[in-house]
C-alpha cells in the first residue's frame, strides 16, 4: 500500500533578532526609535505569552516571504537529497503572500529553478492552520499517485503588517518572520505504522471575525479607500484580534483535536514521541497539555525564539529540536494547530 512519507525537513529564520525590550522602541520600518513606540514590556510579555525573541526580516525591501520559503524548501531538499527538479507539487501554505496574485507557490517555484512543464503550484490559507491543511492535500495527492514529490510549505512575512504602536500591541508582540518545509513522497508499506498516518482538519466561519486583517475588501468601490498613513483610518491595514475568545477557542479545540486523533489512530502517549502544537503562545500549550493529559517533557515548543510564525511554526518547531538533537527521523509525531477561520486540525505522522 502507498503511503506518505516525510523525505526531508529544513526551516529559515531571518537573522535579526528582536528582543522584547527592543521591540516596544520599534516604528513601522523596524528603526530603533529614542522613544518608546509600543507601550508594553518584557515581563508582561514573557508572563502572558512566553514570547523572549522573534526573527525580522531586513526593511530594506530585499527580502520577500517567497524567498524564506525558498531557503527553507532548499534545506528540505538537500535534508532529503532530492534535486529540486524531481519536485511535481508544491504546496505553499501563508497569511502573508509576496502579493496578492499570483500566489506565492509560483514565485517559489521560479526561484527553485524548477520544471515550469511538471510542477503544479497551490496556494493555500487556512493562517496558523495551514501547514496540516496543506499535509493533508499532499498525503491525498500522494496516496493516489497523482503527484510524487511534493513540497510543503509554510511562510510567514509578518513584521511588516504589524502595527508598531499601543494600540497594535496585543498583535505585534506576538508574530514573527519564519519559513519551514517538508519533502513528501510515496512509499510501498504494509506497516500501518509508518509516514502520515492521520490528519483531519476542521473549521467554523463563525470565528471568522475573532482574528483577521481585511486591508482592503473588494465588496467595496473603490477596494481600498483609507488613508494607510492616518491612525483614524488605517486599522484594516493591521491585524485585529479578540485575543482572550481566540486563546478560550484554542484550548478547547486543540484539545477536542488531540484526543481524537489518538482514540481514531488506537494510539496513546506512550506511541507519540512528540506533541508539537501551534506556536501563538506558551500560555494556550501548557494548557492543552494539561487539560489532554501530555507528558511535559513529549511537547516541543519554540515560540520563547520565533513567537507566532502562523504556518511555519509546526515545521520550523520540528526543524529547530531535529537541528538540535532532539527530535530525530523515525520519530512519532502529533500536531496540533488552531488560528483564524477558525481553522484547526491534527496531524500523526513518522518523521
Ligand atoms: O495564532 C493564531 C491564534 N492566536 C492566538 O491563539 C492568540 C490567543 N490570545 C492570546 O494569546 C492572548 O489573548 C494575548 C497574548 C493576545 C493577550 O493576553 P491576555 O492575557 O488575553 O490579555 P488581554 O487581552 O485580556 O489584556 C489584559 C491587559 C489589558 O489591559 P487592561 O484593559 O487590563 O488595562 C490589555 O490592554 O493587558 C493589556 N495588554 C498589554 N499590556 C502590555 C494587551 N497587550 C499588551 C501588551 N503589553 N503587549
Redesign the pocket.
Known amino acids: 500500500m502507498i503511503r506518505t512519507q516525510v523525505l526531508g525537513i529544513g526551516s529559515y529564520v531571518p537573522e535579526r533578532e528582536i528582543n522584547n525590550d527592543e521591540l516596544r522602541f520599534l516604528n513601522e520600518k523596524h528603526e530603533v526609535c529614542e522613544q518608546q513606540q509600543?507601550?508594553?514590556?518584557d515581563d508582561?510579555?514573557q508572563a502572558?505569552?512566553g514570547i523572549r525573541a522573534r526573527r525580522y526580516v531586513p526593511s530594506d525591501e530585499s527580502v520577500a516571504n517567497s524567498d524564506l520559503a525558498a531557503k527553507a524548501a532548499t534545506s528540505a531538499l538537500g535534508n532529503a537529497d532530492v534535486a529540486p527538479s524531481e519536485v511535481d507539487c508544491i504546496i505553499y501554505a501563508t497569511l502573508s503572500p509576496d502579493v496578492m496574485f499570483p500566489g506565492s507557490g509560483v514565485l517559489l517555484q521560479h526561484k527553485l529553478g524548477i520544471n515550469q512543464h511538471e510542477c503544479a503550484c497551490y496556494d493555500i490559507r487556512q493562517?496558523?492552520s495551514g501547514f496540516v491543511y496543506g499535509l493533508q492535500m499532499a498525503d491525498a495527492f500522494i496516496r493516489t499517485g497523482m503527484y510524487k514529490r511534493v513540497l510543503l510549505v509554510g511562510s510567514e512575512l509578518q513584521s511588516h503588517s504589524l502595527e508598531f504602536a499601543t494600540r497594535g500591541?496585543?498583535?505585534?508582540?506576538?508574530f514573527g518572520d519564519g519559513a519551514g518545509a517538508f519533502l513528501l513522497g510515496p512509499k510501498d508499506t504494509g506497516d500501518e505504522r509508518d509516514g502520515v498516518i492521520y490528519t483531519r482538519c476542521q473549521a467554523d466561519g463563525a470565528g471568522a471575525w475573532e482574528?483577521y486583517l481585511k486591508l482592503f475588501e473588494t465588496r467595496r468601490a473603490p477596494y481600498f479607500n483609507y488613508d494607510a498613513s492616518d491612525p483614524e483610518q488605517n486599522i484594516d491595514k493591521y491585524p485585529q484580534?479578540h485575543?482572550?475568545r481566540?486563546?478560550l477557542q484554542?484550548v478547547r479545540n486543540m484539545v477536542i483535536s488531540t484526543n481524537t486523533a489518538l482514540k481514531e489512530t488506537g494510539m496513546n502517549w506512550n506511541d507519540i514521541d512528540w506533541f508539537v502544537p501551534?506556536q501563538?503562545?506558551l500560555?494556550?500549550n501548557q494548557k492543552v497539555a494539561e487539560v489532554a493529559e501530555i507528558p511535559d517533557h513529549k511537547v516541543l515548543n519554540t515560540i520563547e525564539f520565533y513567537g507566532?510564525t502562523?504556518a511555519a511554526t509546526v515545521p520550523l518547531t520540528i526543524d529547530h529540536w531535529y537541528k538540535e538533537g532532539r527530535a530525530k527521523k523515525g520519530d512519532m509525531i502529533l500536531a496540533t494547530v488552531?488560528?483564524?477561520g477558525f481553522t484547526w486540525g491534527s496531524a500523526i505522522f513518522r518523521l
Do not use: E, P, Y
Open positions: 509600543i507601550d508594553t514590556n508582561w510579555i502572558r505569552t493562517q496558523c500591541r496585543d498583535v505585534t508582540v506576538i482574528l484580534m485575543g482572550k481566540v486563546f484554542a501551534h501563538a503562545n500560555r494556550i507566532n502562523t488552531f488560528g483564524s
